[in-house]
């Protein structure tokens, strides 16, 4: 219960679902857990940055709740700050803030949202990534986790232009990441979670379909930990499935 003991873990988009799911984990393994989210939800999606911080500490763990939003270089270098002052350095990120445009043709998305949703994917990974190395590249370790999906390498999963796109990026990101720091004692991986029961999937077209097969976000957690206790010599530049996790990676 304490494999993240005395870890700082900065999990972005934590206010609900995956983020929530992960953030709590990594505080009941008794990581200190900067969560990170917008105040609100656009989309209205129900859950709150204080919401999940609450549970946390009525648990017994400890976090700090810092609003941002990822696509927005000034308030991510807030986020990294906060946590520093707080707590003096960052052991593992998560890069799980995202959002969804699904069921829509190239024709349909327009710019703007065709830019809104790549800003906060795409751009919101490079920037809280942009902020976090260098202090973990001081310390010579750390574990950066991007959420990736089937529907970046599968265009019968349904992710469409926009959505399938900003999943491929982050996953080339990543690996190309991997190797750039890994003199550094920095590993950087994907989990792609697969199907789940969140308050944004309820909004997938086909879900509903499905919905007896998808898991709990809470499911994830222990891959996410996983990940989060290995650096460049152990695990590092892999994308890897949770609903593999314990049979073809990760402990036995």
Not at 73 to 101: C, F, P
Not at 115 to 134: E, F, H, K, Q
């Amino acid at each position: 219960m304490d494999r993240m003991k005395d870890m700082v873990a900065i999990v972005t988009g934590g206010s609900r679902g995956l983020g929530r799911a992960i953030a709590k984990e990594y505080a009941k393994e008794g990581a200190k857990v900067v969560v990170c989210a917008r105040p609100q939800s656009p989309a209205g999606l129900p859950g709150t940055l204080e919401q999940t911080v609450k549970d946390i500490q009525d648990q017994g763990g400890e976090a700090l709740p810092v609003a941002c939003d990822v696509s927005d270089e000034a308030q991510v270098s807030n986020l990294v700050q906060q946590a520093l002052d707080r707590y003096g350095r960052i052991d593992v990120l998560v890069n799980n803030a995202g959002i969804m445009i699904l069921g829509e043709t190239l024709l349909e998305i327009e710019p703007a949202r065709w830019d809104r949703l790549m800003a906060i994917n795409v751009r919101g990974t490079y920037l809280v990534s942009r902020a976090v190395v260098p202090i973990m590249m001081e310390q010579r370790r750390g574990s950066i986790i991007g959420i990736g999906s089937r529907m970046a390498n599968d265009p019968a999963q349904g992710g469409g232009v926009l959505y399938s796109a900003s999943k491929a990026a982050v996953h080339m990101f990543s690996f190309c990441l991997a190797d750039e720091v890994r003199e550094y004692n920095i590993a950087v991986n994907v989990l792609s979670p697969g199907p789940m029961r969140t308050e944004g999937s309820i909004a997938i077209p086909w879900a509903q379909n499905d919905w007896h097969e998808r898991v709990e976000p809470e499911e994830v957690g222990p891959s996410a930990v996983y990940l989060a206790l290995q650096d460049a010599g152990s695990l590092t530049g892999q994308l890897v499935m949770r609903a593999e996790f314990g049979k073809t990676w990760g402990a036995q």
